[in-house]
């Protein structure tokens, strides 16, 4: 008997963590029964985030096929163990009674590796409760498998907030408008971009700026009729309208304005010239992925159900500004502002563009992977989402394109992130938001 252990991996697993989850097992070996490679086959078509994890690990199977006999064991690397492939499907005695199914077969493999008794220990990798169940229920060890400890990504800020500042030093900000960041103590690797000085009798806004090492005052202004109502819309506002910074995430939960901050962004920014054009795009995908069904008539017949939300934002933002409305007519009949399908995206070059996505939160990685690259040269992009809102049932909290972006993006000197907390479309809203 040798002294390492053996894992068998579930399906669900290979799909949940397809780049890394044959690297978490240090020097034991690892299994992969042939019947999760049938099922990979079944999820391999399709655009879902498990179709794309299906193909990803695919090509990792074969990337390591290059290098050896799945039969005999392919070495995972240093100081890691050996990767198989088993083929055997007849079913051990203690599964006899077991239907044939996937689940079964998987489960069978795990048996026949503890009856051999090869390994000092047999774990099966799963996430599959009514699996583990069954694992027990014929005294083989199963496990769930997770990635790594949970952090909400979508909950970073770009905002820090600095207590105890001095007085006379608010007072300096206010009256010159900025400052040498070397007179205010924050932390200044963390992604920060914006600041909340504070005392216990004043506090100011300001905006870090690391090229010219400088602090900049912020002062509440409207922006296309809507007037910010607190200190994460003035930041947002800020990031928005920046045109050095050419990637911009909002998240926050229903009713903080986010979507409203964005397009009453674009059609200042319209207005000044900035940019030659504003594309407003959304995934279409229905509450709780519930389908409606195929929608009569042309390409904008069909899609404006999932765009409503979309014009009630530009009708707010009318109402707030009589003399806007009209403006805002023109930017349409110009063709400065569409709003399209999301799908429209792929395969264009997007020079001097402002894109705004709403809804992010129900993309995928490789969705916003292929939005993102689409920016030419000028081009500024703008996603929104609520991450406690996901109606793709393929993504989480985690896996989701917003989170995506925020977790690899974090830091970089081109790109902000402002996290709104505090809802303002009603007391009912903010209710909602923080107890359901």
């Not at 009713?255 to 407003?280: D, H, M, P, Q």
């Amino acid at each position: 008997m040798t002294n390492k252990k053996a894992y068998v991996l579930d399906t669900n697993v290979v799909l949940a963590d397809p780049e890394d989850c044959l690297n978490k097992f240090l020097n034991n070996d690892v299994f992969i029964p042939i019947t999760v490679i049938e099922e990979l086959d079944g999820f391999k078509k399709g655009n879902e985030d498990v179709n794309f994890s299906a193909r990803k690990f695919m090509r990792v199977l074969n990337s390591l096929r290059k290098c050896g006999s799945f039969e005999k064991g392919v070495s995972l690397g240093r100081g890691k163990g050996k990767l198989f492939i088993t083929l055997r499907k007849e079913f051990c005695d203690a599964l006899k009674f077991f239907s044939f199914k996937p689940d079964h077969y998987i489960l069978n493999a795990a048996c026949m590796l503890k009856e051999s008794g090869v390994y000092e220990d047999v774990i099966l990798k799963t996430n599959d409760l009514n699996l583990i169940i069954k694992a027990n229920s014929v005294a083989v060890r199963a496990e769930e498998y997770t990635i790594d400890t949970f952090v909400d990504e979508s909950k970073k800020d770009s905002v820090q907030i600095v207590e105890g500042v001095d007085g006379n030093l608010i007072d300096q900000i206010y009256k010159e408008s900025c400052i040498s960041n070397e007179k205010i103590t924050f932390d200044i690797n963390n992604g920060t971009r914006f600041l909340i000085l504070k005392n216990t009798k004043q506090s100011a806004l300001v905006r870090y700026d690391s090229s010219e090492q400088m602090c900049f005052l912020l002062k509440k202004h409207a922006v296309s009729g809507i007037v910010p109502r607190n200190a994460e819309q003035v930041f947002a506002f800020s990031a928005l309208c920046d045109k050095n910074v050419p990637l911009v995430t909002l998240e926050g939960k229903a009713g903080t304005g986010k979507t409203l901050l964005a397009i009453a962004s674009a059609i200042e920014l319209i207005k000044r010239r900035v940019y030659e054009n504003v594309l407003v795009a959304r995934p279409m995908v229905s509450l709780s992925n519930k389908d409606m069904g195929h929608l009569p008539g042309e390409v904008k017949d069909k899609v404006s159900p999932f765009m409503k939300p979309l014009w009630d934002t530009l009708a707010v933002i009318a109402e707030n500004n009589n003399e806007l409305e009209c403006e805002i007519d023109d930017i349409f009949e110009r063709g400065l502002l569409s709003i399209e399908p999301l799908a429209f995206i792929r395969g264009r070059t997007l020079p001097r563009i402002l894109l705004i996505i709403d809804e992010a939160q129900n993309l995928t990685p490789h969705e916003v992977k292929t939005i993102i690259t689409r920016a030419g040269v000028g081009a500024k992009i703008v996603l929104v989402g609520d991450t406690d809102q996901i109606d793709s049932p393929y993504l989480t909290k985690r896996t989701n394109g917003l989170s995506h972006v925020i977790r690899k993006m974090y830091g970089q000197n081109m790109y902000a992130h402002i996290q709104l907390k505090k809802s303002e479309r009603s007391a009912l809203a903010e209710l909602g938001g923080d107890l359901l």
